[in-house]
């Protein structure tokens, strides 16, 4: 079928390449596939994958044995039925990966939603009904769900209905498989879980007047001993408020993983186990005293894990007492301003100018790594934007009342105010001034200063362009620079979405909108040193 | 021994559904005379032998049996009267918009009867069904019995519903009764006055049980059956065991500890449930030991777990806030605490001073975490390190927290004893 397909390609209407490319191959076998996989049976309700033995489901996750063998407890043997449960922990400790993979060594049928991806009430109750209703969303019924349901009181109905039918589906298969004997059989028993994750949002949804305790009490407002209830939450039950109150869940806790429960983790899968050992004796103790979560960490320490190595001709090495003493100063100066660095996920580019800083500087003794970063902005701006961001922030940094002395023909501030001593009064007040500034913030500015400001300062880059003669800019200010005012616009709006500028509540009195500049100072010396503008002989000092 | 594992799993099955059951639990509690389920039989079953309408409340904390014992009464009645009786049953939190709520009562009354329901039609269409269906109900002396769940959110807003209802009640030919059942014990309070004025003031009071309730309760749900599929000698031993920890002084301390907090049936069920779960299925019998962890599983101290849960980061963010607030500085942001935090450094020397994007995000760390908050709900205009923030420890739980911190910095501690 492919072939013929191949010989009358039939292209109408315009296509991009990649449909070009993949018509001819793929087309007849695409569509078998869709048929295929179009039908859901009751199959999906499960895991889907080899079930796990409990020796299995343990050694997968060190250190949560207590929390695995109680939640298993309050499951219980198959068949049996439980009152809604609540698990709860910190970010990243394991709960949906725990709860998961339980029911992957237990073989029931759940049904999964995510409060994350399903963020309001409709969507989330759709979700539950496709799963149970086993209705795909594709092609053929326009990504449709199988039920339109909004309201509460219409889910209860479709979900009282639907657990129904799959139940007795349940009950069919399992008289039928017990009377055909047939090899493989499923334990499925008859009870089915339904699985809320990431529950905290649910608070925010409509201020929790009735979704919540909706949520709680739908256990028992359903009346179906055949229905398990469990509740995954970042934030433990005491943080959900209602009004009228609902019957507690139980609740079962998950703590954050000890250093102990942190080494076994990242012992797993490792190769060379000896040298990583050693690596995460000198490495885990320090970063610990800073966070606890795995992803945070293994971020961090991979990057280490790198350097650790440099060293090391041959890396399946076990290393003795005295290689590890010299692994160890070799380490040891990247680990201080690694600590500073460990929440930051290097992008791309950043990552490969410091291989290349690496290779030039290995013949130049030990110097600290970072230093390089802190002069290059890693994010890329086009020369109007950068201009704009400096504009906003000396803006928002300098009282408006200045600004015509700051920004007179003479192009900038001379060194007029010079400081006289400061007596302690004036101390005083300096302190005061620091500490309002601290507290409140950058200040507001309208958009007619914005760019008036924006204007003055391109004037003044462009003459120093002028000066400097280098063409490679290209910036093209000289020519229209009425032309670029609506770029301008466009490029506020930009930066407004990435969030350097923010919009403040408009005045009342005048009815325009305020903006606020959001970025630090070091930010903008960043920027500025890139374009070479002089920003500190604009900025107002105290 | 193969047998007794087969027979322990299937005593923990009969336990958990039980627990799980409340038909099962307060059915000894209506063989006594004069408590709410003779009261509330007598009441509706004189209603519907003397052909009369009726309205009343019951209340109490939730979590008191008050459905339950509701569907006791409903389900005795319905194989006393059988085709005389009909039951609607709304709930305040699905059905508070009028709209829905007439649509369901539509909806169950056609179920009922065997009609079409069409979801089309309109609100004035399913009110004038509802009025119809009262009147021929009422020539042919069926009862309708209106149970209304969470009666408190009924009386929010308008209430039409209910003025409607009651007041068809009064001028149509009917015969309903209105059964409200609420956890707010003001319930009455809420209803407005023509509504009031229609509504007979009923009410049944739900109270926590007494102690020889609860012996007879604990009793009546832990004890296996002596007439079922288990082998007779392994029941008789599980419930010899059973009396014996029931009698003995530690389990009333036990119970007593924990019926202190929340003295309602449904939250002992939670904890009987706990203490079954635990219960080892080699032996195949309950013990002290279950219920004891079950206890200390169940009373938990959420603050002290998370603040255990934070890092050593964490814990010097909150104590510069502490200090912060000791000093009176009736606000503050992330700023000021960074300098209360270098502060602390300069002072004392401490080995952990990192930079301010490191602490930036560990300050997200504690907000996501729930330990502090922003005062101001609508700062979206303002950058993190500006808006206000406020400590959700106080002092004592936060001194205790670090107490039972595994390896905590001395410097924290002294720091907080001031």
Redesign the interface.
């Known amino acids: 079928m492919a072939k013929e397909k191949e010989e009358t390609p039939q292209v109408s209407r315009r296509s991009t390449r990649y449909s070009l490319s993949n018509f001819n191959s793929n087309n007849g076998m695409e569509t078998e596939k869709l048929n295929e996989s179009c039908k859901t049976t009751l199959d999906n309700l499960f895991f889907g994958q080899e079930p796990i033995s409990l020796e299995g489901l343990l050694s997968c996750f060190p250190g949560r044995r207590v929390q695995i063998l109680e939640v298993l407890r309050h499951l219980g043997p198959i068949n049996s039925s439980m009152p809604p449960m609540f698990i709860y922990g910190s970010a990243s400790t394991g709960k949906t990966s725990v709860v998961l993979q339980i029911f992957r060594h237990l073989n029931r049928p759940f049904v999964y939603v995510s409060c994350l991806t399903c963020y309001s009430p409709r969507i989330l109750f759709e979700s539950i009904l496709n799963q149970l209703l086993l209705h795909k969303k594709n092609a053929a019924n326009g990504y449709s769900s199988a039920k339109k349901c909004e309201k509460p009181s219409d889910f209860i109905n479709f979900l009282r209905e639907a657990l129904i039918n799959v139940i007795d589906r349940f009950n069919g298969n399992s008289s039928k498989m017990s009377t055909s004997k047939s090899k493989g059989v499923q334990v499925n028993g008859r009870m089915i879980y339904l699985i809320f994750d990431s529950f905290e949002l649910v608070r925010e949804w409509d201020k929790s007047s009735t979704i919540l305790p909706f949520l709680f009490g739908l256990a028992d407002n359903l009346k179906m001993p055949e229905v398990g209830m469990i509740f995954i939450s970042n934030t433990s039950p005491d943080m959900y408020h209602s009004s009228t109150g609902y019957i507690d869940p139980v609740p079962v806790y998950f703590p954050e993983y000890t250093e102990e429960e942190l080494r076994q983790i990242f012992m797993i899968n490792q190769v060379n186990r000896k040298l990583y050992s050693s690596f995460l004796d000198i490495v885990l103790r320090p970063f610990c005293r800073i966070t606890r979560r795995v992803d945070e960490l293994s971020t961090a320490i991979s990057m280490l894990f790198k350097k650790y190595c440099e060293p090391l001709s041959d890396v399946g090495v076990v290393p003795n007492e005295e290689m590890k003493r010299k692994l160890f100063s070799h380490l040891q100066p990247h680990i201080a301003p690694a600590l500073n660095e460990i929440f930051r996920v290097a992008s791309h580019s950043s990552l490969e100018s410091e291989a290349n800083q690496e290779t030039r500087r290995k013949g130049s003794g030990r110097k600290s790594v970072s230093c390089g970063d802190f002069d290059v902005i890693d994010f890329h701006m086009s020369t109007s934007a950068k201009y704009l961001l400096i504009s906003a922030f000396l803006a928002s940094r300098n009282p408006a009342t200045l600004d015509a002395s700051f920004f007179d023909s003479t192009g900038g501030s001379d060194g007029r105010k010079r400081k006289r001593k400061a007596s302690e009064k004036t101390t005083g007040k300096k302190e005061a001034a620091e500490q309002e500034l601290l507290m409140k913030g950058p200040g507001t500015f309208v958009l007619e200063r914005l760019l008036a400001i924006f204007q003055c300062i391109t004037s003044v880059g462009e003459d120093l362009l002028d000066e400097e003669e280098e063409g490679d800019d290209g910036l093209g200010v000289g020519g229209g620079r009425d032309g670029l005012m609506s770029d301008v616009l466009l490029q506020l709006s930009s930066l407004c979405s990435g969030n350097f500028i923010v919009k403040g509540a408009s005045c009342p009195l005048e009815g325009s909108t305020r903006y606020r500049s959001t970025v630090s100072e070091e930010l903008a010396l960043k920027v500025a040193r890139s374009i070479k503008f002089p920003l500190s002989k604009y900025l107002y000092r105290r | 021994m193969v047998r007794e594992n087969g027979s322990a799993?299937e005593a923990?099955?009969l336990l958990?559904?039980r627990?799980?059951?409340p038909n099962f639990i307060f059915k000894p509690l209506s063989n006594s005379p004069d408590n709410n389920y003779s009261k509330l039989k007598f009441l509706v079953s004189s209603s519907i032998t003397e052909a009369c309408n009726n309205s009343l409340l019951l209340l109490g904390p939730?979590?008191s049996g008050k459905i339950a014992v509701l569907e006791l009464v409903l389900s005795d009645l319905l194989l006393e009267y059988p085709d005389t009786l009909s039951v609607i049953k709304l709930?305040g939190?699905?059905?508070?918009?009028d709209n829905?709520a007439f649509?369901?009562i539509a909806?169950q009354l056609c179920m009922e009867n065997q009609l079409l329901f069409s979801k089309m039609a309109s609100f004035d269409d399913n009110s004038q069904f509802m009025i119809a269906m009262l009147r021929e109900c009422g020539l042919a002396h069926k009862t309708i019995i209106f149970v209304l769940d969470?009666f408190?959110?009924f009386a929010q807003g308008k209430q039409r519903l209910l003025y409607s209802l009651l007041d068809a009640m009064q001028s149509v030919t009917s015969q309903a009764v209105v059964i409200g059942v609420s956890?707010r014990l003001d319930a009455d309070q809420l209803l407005e006055k023509r509504v009031r004025s229609r509504f007979s003031h009923r009410k049944l009071l739900f109270l926590p049980p007494s102690m020889e309730d609860l012996q007879r309760l604990l009793e009546h749900v832990l004890s296996l059956p002596v007439e079922s599929s288990l082998p007779h000698d392994y029941t008789v031993e599980f419930n010899g065991k059973l009396k014996n920890i029931l009698a003995d002084e530690r389990f009333k301390e036990i119970i007593n500890t924990y019926l202190e907090s929340d003295s309602t049936v449904?939250?002992l069920?939670?904890f009987l449930?706990?203490a079954v779960?635990?219960m080892d299925l080699e032996s195949g019998f309950l013990s002290l030991e279950n219920f004891k962890t079950a206890l200390s599983?169940?009373q938990?101290q959420?603050?002290q777990?998370?603040i255990?849960?934070c890092?050593?980061?964490e814990l010097y963010i909150l104590v510069s806030m502490k200090r912060l607030e000791v000093k009176e500085q009736n606000?503050?942001?992330f700023?000021?605490m960074m300098?209360e935090y270098k502060i602390i450094h300069d002072s004392f020397k401490t080995s952990?001073y990192?930079?301010k994007?490191?602490c930036l995000?560990?300050f997200e760390?504690l907000l996501?975490?729930?330990l502090i908050c922003f005062t101001d709900n609508r700062g979206?205009?303002?950058?993190i390190?500006?808006r206000?923030v406020k400590l959700l420890v106080s002092s004592v739980e936060l001194h205790q927290g670090l107490k039972s911190y595994?390896s905590c910095p001395s410097i924290l501690l002294k720091l907080m004893e001031h």
Do not use: M, T, W
């Open positions: 799993e923990l099955n958990r559904s627990l799980c059951n939730r979590g709930n939190l699905l059905h508070s918009d829905c649509k369901e909806r969470e408190d959110l956890c449904n939250c069920l939670r449930f706990r779960s635990y599983n169940i938990r959420p603050k777990e998370c255990k849960d890092s050593i980061l606000s503050y942001n700023n000021s300098k952990d990192y930079a994007n490191v995000r560990a760390h996501k975490r729930e979206y205009n303002q950058s390190e500006f206000a595994r």
